[in-house]
């Protein structure tokens, strides 16, 4: 028993309790997180469900239906609890945003790649990360100040609508998409390029042939990614959009988004009564959009590892 | 109402032992300026109204200056959250555009009401439309969308914006009752904060939309109503309708620091000195009194 060598071998030494102490510290972040993201879900989920069992909503009709004004009854006595607006409207301003924004995140991330010298690449770097420091209260104070203005006088209407909402946005979302996207390209095997130069094909054929096709499925997460942030601003669209709760008639027309309608309500109404559970249903909704894009996020980049 | 709250101050005044001196019931608030000046402690969570927001921070400020021992915590999340809030303990003070007894979900009977000061508030429209006064009847059809066009009321050939406040805000509310006699309003654009609604104003041609008084700048056009013009001394005499109460809500009745600091706030240094600086109307000004169902009477 007093073999100091056996004693040694067989007792646990400094390291492997440090080992142990950093896998429970890791064990116990990792605990933590899920509680905080699990009770997040319980907390929104119970408190927007609340509409349909004790309000008694048609949750079809909450989705489907066109008129919103949760304080008021209609001739029925039923609370009005369309949020089809708000849906259109955050659907129509972030999908438009992405469609600006790809182009111009492709192109910039091609650029930043493919063309530019290190100096160029290492400039646009850092103008990208300023872009996603900038606070969205100020996108907001822009797109009020100069983008309503120029929608207004170049397209008509009162200048707040989807349209402005999508122009503040694409410049939010543009970051995003553009620095996964140089990631994606980054990604690409160099023997890809190289063996498709080798072959004889010019700088412009290797991009589109190969680079492009090989980071298709990195292209497309960074736009959902971009999707995700859009449907999930709120302060600047606030801002420009209008807020009216009433189905976009186009582009120009005033509309709302789920989360600026949350925004405006949340602290005018009172816990449990209508309003505020009806305002929860609309946050359930923007947490089952994100949960979506995520899933679709994977799937894409499943099916990415196959290719 | 009012005269209710008043005594029920006075009663909690004389009894609370950090006030030095006895109080006639018409001035409570030279008594309370001298209750700020003894040790009182503890910690004050206020939170609500946005409105009321900066007139409660700066006193808060100066409170605590003269307390270094009270801790005074003051937060915004609109009329709502600070009556929730308040009705379940959560915090000490919840602020209120509105009364109690009108939001839906709150207990007024729970809640003892300090109202603090009066805002007035105006119709405000953007210079281009060449309108500054109008009748109540057409500022009720402006807004439930029966007149669309600004030469209808005498202003230029000009589409009408209308840009509201949320349902459930304390601005709309007081305005919709001021104004609206029963009608809905026309569903239109909606913003919740005055510098924004002040600001779309200014740059939106044809736009109409109401603003507190401390909001109206040189950059929009403020309307008379029926003649009226909206100032702080048509506001005392109820000659401009469209004001409201800034209530700063306990549940029950406030604890000693609460106490003074509500003291604090109906003193005439805060009343005299900021509540006039921030474009409030001192609550002692005010010749008329409104109930919770805006009901005015003389006071």
């Not at chain 1, 116990?28 to 909503?57: D, E």
């Not at chain 1, 790649?113 to 160029?120: C, D, F, L, N």
């Not at chain 1, 390029?193 to 054929?205: D, P, R, V």
């Not at chain 2, 026309?186 to 510098?195: C, F, I, P, V």
Request: proline letters at 3%; aromatic letters at 6%.
């Amino acid at each position: 028993m007093d073999d100091p060598i056996k004693n040694k071998i067989q007792s646990t030494s400094k390291e492997t309790r440090q080992d142990i102490l950093g896998r429970f510290l890791t064990y116990l972040c990792i605990a933590f997180i899920m509680i905080v993201v699990l009770s997040i879900f319980v907390f929104v989920a119970s408190k927007g469900i609340a509409t349909f069992t004790v309000n008694k909503a048609n949750f079809w009709e909450f989705l489907t239906g066109k008129n919103w004004n949760p304080t008021a009854t209609d001739a029925s006595g039923k609370p009005m609890l369309g949020a089809l607006p708000m849906i259109t409207g955050s659907f129509g301003v972030t999908i438009l945003a992405v469609i600006f924004a790809t182009p111009f995140a492709i192109g910039t991330a091609l650029y930043m790649t493919e063309v530019a010298s290190k100096r160029g690449e290492k400039i646009l770097q850092s103008v990208v990360e300023l872009l996603v420091g900038i606070p969205s209260v100020v996108y907001g104070f822009i797109g009020l100040s100069v983008v309503v203005p120029l929608v207004r006088n170049h397209f008509g209407g009162s200048g707040y609508g989807i349209l402005s909402g999508s122009i503040v946005l694409f410049v939010m979302v543009l970051p995003t998409v553009t620095s996964m996207t140089v990631d994606s390209l980054r990604a690409v095997p160099r023997y890809y390029k190289e063996a498709s130069l080798a072959l004889g094909a010019t700088k412009w054929q290797t991009i589109y042939k190969v680079l492009l096709r090989s980071a298709t499925s990195g292209i497309l997460t960074a736009i959902i990614f971009g999707m995700a942030r859009a449907f999930g601003e709120a302060l600047a669209v606030q801002m420009v959009i209008g807020n009216a709760a009433l189905m976009p008639k186009g582009l120009l027309s005033s509309a709302s988004t789920l989360t600026s309608v949350l925004t405006m309500g949340i602290g005018n109404t009172v816990m449990g009564t209508v309003g505020n559970n009806a305002l929860w249903s609309l946050a359930l909704i923007l947490l089952l959009m994100s949960l979506i894009f995520n899933i679709v996020v994977r799937l894409i980049g499943r099916k990415g590892r196959l290719d | 109402m009012k005269n209710l709250t008043k005594i029920a101050t006075v009663i909690i005044a004389s009894t609370a032992l950090l006030v030095g001196c006895g109080n006639s019931n018409s001035n409570s608030s030279s008594s309370s300026s001298s209750a700020s000046s003894k040790t009182v402690s503890g910690k004050i969570t206020i939170v609500g109204s946005t409105a009321l927001q900066p007139l409660v921070e700066k006193a808060a400020e100066n409170f605590q200056a003269d307390n270094s021992k009270v801790n005074i915590t003051v937060q915004g999340g609109g009329s709502g959250t600070g009556l929730s809030q308040v009705q379940s303990g959560a915090v000490t003070i919840g602020n209120s555009d509105i009364f109690a007894e009108k939001q839906s979900g709150i207990k007024a009977e729970d809640l003892v009401d300090h109202q603090v000061a009066v805002v007035g508030m105006t119709p405000v429209v953007n210079k281009d439309a060449g309108v500054k006064n109008v009748t109540m009847s057409q500022l009720r059809d402006i807004f439930t969308g029966k007149v669309t066009n600004w030469n209808q009321v005498g202003g230029k050939d000009e589409k009408i914006v209308l840009i509201n406040r949320p349902s459930g805000s304390g601005t709309r509310a007081t305005f919709e009752s001021a104004v609206m006699n029963g009608q809905t309003a026309a569903k239109s654009q909606e913003q919740d904060s005055n510098g924004t609604v002040q600001k779309m104003i200014a740059q939106t041609p044809g736009s109409i939309s109401y603003l507190a008084f401390s909001y109206v700048k040189s950059d929009v056009q403020a309307l008379s109503i029926d003649g009226v013009a909206p100032t702080d001394a048509n506001v005392t005499t109820n000659k401009w309708k469209i004001w409201s109460y800034e209530h700063m809500y306990t549940k029950g009745k406030p604890d000693t620091a609460a106490k003074s600091f509500l003291d604090y706030m109906k003193s005439s240094k805060v009343q005299k000195g900021l509540v006039k600086d921030l474009g409030y109307i001192s609550i002692s000004n005010m010749k008329v009194q409104k109930d919770s169902d805006g009901k005015v009477t003389d006071k």
